[in-house]
């Protein structure tokens, strides 16, 4: 992490801090001629170059820092409130003055790594000098969005290497900064179209660090936000390399522990690559289906909503592509015993577009569901998941009444077959033991005979469970069956959806830990870097 001097940027004497204090007591002169006025805000530019001390020995120079806090205040509302502010003199003094005093070397994380990680409960690290830090983060913000500001000028101090040094304060913890971060990237983003490139492949370099060697990094989220502002204004078509970054960088970011930390933020990206292009659903919906999660239960509800948000935008020639692998996954998650999963999956029954692809592919769709909504409207544990079961039930039902009758047909014989085989298992198990008995050359002593007889009991155990669980295996006619099972989806349904809560939060419960009140408050008190801008607007 590099770190900055005085000394790097020019500054080869050092005011007192005496005459610091006086020198920053000056105040504006509206009367000043411009030239004056222009000198005395170099000053202040470099009279805020000088640091102190806020984490090993927060009470010292506590009258100096109280005074730095003034003229870094005074200094934004001169910027804000005054035009032709901003000449040719004041860039560089502008620059040097940031990145004096925000660019540093970050302290290690405090806060646990990967999956351990929790931002409902593990409290953010709060930066110690943000007193100073967010005056001087509000000043380069005016800086950039005065009307003053040229970047033809600006380029000659904000390249390259100042891009990097602002990418690496993004792993701070103090999520104040990161926001002000942000917006102050995005805003060179937009005005400076030599480093839009470089920023775009630093930040690439970011996520693939994140992904495949640390899985810990702060302002992955705000990094995601800018790309998703970012993506939006994409021309199209898409150039290679943006189709490059959305499948090499984007999908993997999946597969991180930590997702549930800036999952949103992916999502929306996405999405936006989607709708920019729809022949890229195929690869990212087969991306997805890879890196499904296994056992992460809270991961598998944040891949089904943002499989939802991509079949809301797909397109119908796209749907088709990928309706097999993806009602193949749909059904696992419907048989998931942790219900939040089922009721996600199952919920998708509740959205019109989805239900008018499944419709019009439904001799595909409807074979590959209906075992396990079948299966699992018997057995699973959780009452809920039961009216949803049913109602999708009816919902295929009402779609294609045709298809539905050969799907129970077929459902039944599969099982009938299912049970013939357990039953020929059993018979030949039977066979072996009588003819283990009848062999006078074999002689089992007494607990050798009680190990196999408990072996042999367990199995038919199991075979009778199995055989149990399945409710459509009887002699009655098919007719029959299929009229019961129409009658028991139809009434199942309606009294499922009376009491279900279409619009339940899935949330996961907090657990009370005690909170710490300092920053509990100054989180609170935060403002947002837009609503500086905003205020700004409203000023001039």
């Given at each position: 992490?590099?770190?900055?001097?005085?000394l790097?940027?020019?500054?080869?004497?050092?005011?007192?801090?005496?005459?610091?204090?006086?020198?920053?007591?000056?105040?504006?002169?509206?009367?000043?001629?411009?030239?004056?006025?222009?000198?005395?805000?170099v000053?202040?530019?470099?009279?805020?170059?000088?640091?102190?001390?806020?984490?090993?020995d927060?009470?010292?120079?506590?009258?100096?820092?109280?005074?730095?806090r003034?003229?870094?205040?005074?200094?934004?509302?001169?910027i804000?409130h005054?035009?032709?502010?901003?000449?040719?003199?004041?860039?560089?003094?502008?620059?040097?003055?940031?990145?004096?005093?925000?660019?540093?070397?970050?302290?290690?994380?405090?806060?646990?790594?990967?999956?351990?990680?929790?931002?409902?409960?593990?409290?953010?690290?709060?930066?110690a000098?943000?007193?100073?830090?967010?005056?001087?983060?509000?000043?380069?913000?005016?800086?950039?969005?005065?009307?003053?500001?040229?970047?033809n000028?600006?380029?000659?101090?904000?390249?390259?290497?100042?891009?990097?040094?602002?990418?690496?304060?993004?792993?701070s913890?103090?999520?104040r900064?990161?926001?002000?971060?942000?917006?102050i990237?995005?805003?060179?983003?937009g005005?400076?179209?030599?480093?839009?490139?470089?920023?775009?492949?630093q930040?690439?370099?970011?996520?693939?660090?994140?992904i495949?060697?640390?899985?810990?990094h702060?302002?992955?989220?705000?990094?995601?936000?800018?790309?998703?502002?970012?993506?939006?204004?994409?021309?199209?078509?898409?150039?290679?390399?943006?189709k490059?970054f959305?499948?090499?960088?984007?999908?993997?970011?999946?597969?991180?522990?930590?997702?549930?930390?800036?999952h949103?933020?992916?999502?929306?990206?996405?999405?936006?690559?989607?709708?920019?292009?729809?022949?890229?659903?195929?690869?990212?919906?087969?991306?997805?289906?890879?890196?499904?999660?296994?056992?992460?239960?809270p991961?598998?509800?944040?891949?089904?909503?943002?499989?939802?948000?991509?079949?809301?935008?797909?397109?119908?020639?796209?749907?088709?592509k990928?309706?097999?692998?993806?009602?193949?996954?749909?059904?696992k998650?419907?048989?998931?015993?942790?219900?939040?999963?089922?009721?996600?999956?199952?919920?998708?029954?509740?959205?019109?577009?989805?239900?008018?692809l499944?419709?019009?592919?439904?001799?595909?769709i409807?074979?590959?569901?209906?075992?396990?909504?079948?299966?699992?409207?018997?057995?699973?544990?959780?009452k809920?998941?039961?009216?949803?079961?049913?109602?999708?039930?009816?919902l295929?039902?009402?779609?294609?009444?045709?298809?539905?009758?050969?799907?129970?047909?077929?459902?039944?014989?599969?099982?009938?077959?299912?049970?013939?085989?357990?039953?020929?298992?059993?018979e030949?198990?039977?066979?072996i033991?009588?003819?283990?008995?009848?062999?006078?050359?074999?002689?089992?002593?007494?607990?050798?005979?009680?190990?196999?007889?408990?072996?042999?009991?367990?199995?038919?155990?199991?075979?009778?469970?199995?055989?149990?669980?399945?409710?459509?295996?009887?002699?009655?006619?098919?007719?029959?069956?299929?009229?019961?099972?129409?009658?028991?989806?139809?009434?199942?349904?309606?009294?499922?959806?009376?009491?279900?809560?279409?619009?339940?939060?899935?949330?996961?419960?907090?657990?009370?830990?005690?909170?710490?009140v300092?920053?509990?408050?100054?989180?609170?008190?935060?403002?947002?870097?837009?609503?500086?801008?905003?205020?700004?607007?409203?000023?001039?």
């Open positions: 992490m590099r770190s900055y001097s005085l790097q940027f020019g500054f080869n004497n050092l005011l007192t801090k005496s005459s610091w204090l006086t020198c920053v007591l000056w105040l504006w002169s509206s009367d000043a001629p411009p030239m004056e006025r222009e000198e005395l805000f000053q202040k530019l470099r009279q805020c170059c000088v640091l102190f001390d806020f984490v090993s927060p009470l010292s120079d506590l009258k100096y820092k109280e005074v730095k003034a003229g870094l205040n005074e200094m934004v509302e001169y804000t005054n035009s032709d502010v901003v000449t040719e003199s004041i860039y560089p003094e502008a620059v040097i003055m940031f990145s004096v005093n925000l660019f540093r070397t970050l302290p290690p994380s405090s806060n646990p790594t990967g999956a351990e990680f929790d931002p409902e409960e593990d409290e953010p690290t709060l930066e000098a943000w007193p100073h830090l967010q005056l001087v983060y509000e000043f380069f913000l005016r800086f950039l969005e005065s009307p003053d500001f040229q970047p000028i600006a380029k000659k101090y904000i390249d390259q290497k100042f891009v990097m040094s602002l990418l690496e304060l993004f792993d913890e103090d999520p900064e990161r926001d002000f971060l942000k917006t990237l995005h805003r060179i983003y005005k400076f179209l030599g480093l839009r490139a470089y920023i775009r492949r930040i690439n370099n970011i996520f693939y660090r994140f495949y060697e640390t899985e810990h702060n302002g992955i989220a705000e990094l995601l936000e800018i790309l998703g502002s970012i993506i939006n204004g994409f021309a199209l078509p898409l150039k290679e390399e943006h490059m959305l499948i090499r960088v984007l999908l993997p970011l999946h597969k991180v522990k930590s997702l549930s930390v800036y949103p933020q992916l999502a929306y990206c996405v999405v936006q690559f989607l709708e920019k292009d729809s022949s890229l659903t195929e690869p990212v919906i087969m991306g997805l289906l890879k890196f499904w999660p296994k056992t992460h239960s991961k598998e509800v944040m891949f089904l909503n943002e499989l939802e948000e991509i079949l809301d935008v797909i397109e119908p020639s796209e749907f088709v990928v309706q097999e692998p993806l009602f193949r996954q749909l059904a998650c419907v048989s998931s015993p942790h219900f939040q999963v089922a009721e996600r999956a199952l919920y998708y029954w509740n959205n019109e577009y989805i239900m008018s499944i419709s019009d592919n439904a001799a595909k409807l074979p590959i569901m209906f075992p396990a909504l079948y299966k699992n409207s018997k057995s699973h544990w959780n809920t998941i039961h009216g949803l079961i049913y109602n999708a039930l009816k295929f039902m009402e779609m294609n009444q045709k298809l539905f009758d050969d799907c129970t047909q077929q459902y039944k014989a599969e099982k009938q077959k299912e049970k013939y085989k357990l039953k020929e298992r059993e030949i198990w039977h066979k033991e009588e003819l283990a008995r009848q062999n006078p050359q074999v002689c089992f002593s007494p607990d050798r005979r009680r190990k196999c007889m408990s072996t042999l009991l367990q199995y038919m155990i199991y075979s009778d469970s199995t055989v149990a669980v399945f409710s459509m295996e009887t002699e009655t006619p098919t007719a029959e069956d299929i009229q019961l099972l129409k009658k028991t989806v139809a009434s199942e349904a309606s009294q499922g959806m009376k009491d279900l809560k279409k619009d339940k939060a899935l949330m996961r419960r907090k657990s009370e830990l005690p909170q710490d300092y920053t509990i408050k100054a989180l609170e008190a935060h403002k947002r870097a837009e609503e500086y801008l905003t205020a700004n607007q409203e000023a001039l």
